[in-house]
């Protein structure tokens, strides 16, 4: 594990909503959102699906997202269909989830890291590296957060 991270707060949050890992509505296992590579950046782009494996649920988004019908981002559920996350856990009262491995892998840097370097950056407010709540980000709860994120990762 590295002891420095210098790019952490140059990242954000819906980098992460690509293949978010979810929960089957129908079976509970784990599905699969497939992106097909939209951003928010160009929204009309809409082919989003969710995808289960296990039990064959297939659902299609069928509209883009407007204010009745917006994306969540930064909450325990996907953006798009709003279902609960797979890797999801609890850490005594709180809830440390991620959207992906790629989300675990950014999260298990950040935290691992004892010396977390902003290099100019300090006014990005909004990356995720900022973002993120103290009691993940603690030195105290800094093996138990790692554990944690390794146990989510073999799920």
């Known amino acids: 594990m590295e002891k420095r991270t210098k790019h952490t707060y140059r990242t954000h949050l819906y ?5 978010v890992l ?4 129908n079976c509970g ?22 995808v289960c494996t296990h039990c064959g649920y297939n659902k299609m ?24 996350l797979w890797l999801k856990m ?28 902003r290099n100019g950056f ?3 407010v909004k990356s995720i590296g900022a973002r993120l ?3 993940m980000t603690a030195a105290r709860r800094r093996e138990e957060v790692l554990r944690a994120i390794e146990k989510l990762r073999s799920k």
């Open 15 to 19: 980098e992460f909503i690509k293949n």
């Open 133 to 135: 709540p103290r009691w």
């Open 22 to 25: 979810v929960e089957c509505p």
């Open 90 to 117: 609890e850490l005594g009262d709180e809830l440390l989830w991620a959207y992906n491995q790629e989300h675990l892998d950014f999260l298990a840097q950040h935290v691992g890291a004892k010396l977390r370097e």
């Open 61 to 84: 988004l069928d509209r883009l997202p407007t204010r009745s019908n917006h994306l969540i981002i930064g909450a325990p559920v996907d953006p798009f269909f709003h279902l609960p």
């Open 122 to 124: 300090k006014y990005k």
């Open 29 to 50: 296992q784990q599905a699969l959102v497939n992106t097909n590579g939209y951003t928010i950046f160009q929204p009309e782009a809409v082919n989003v699906r969710v």
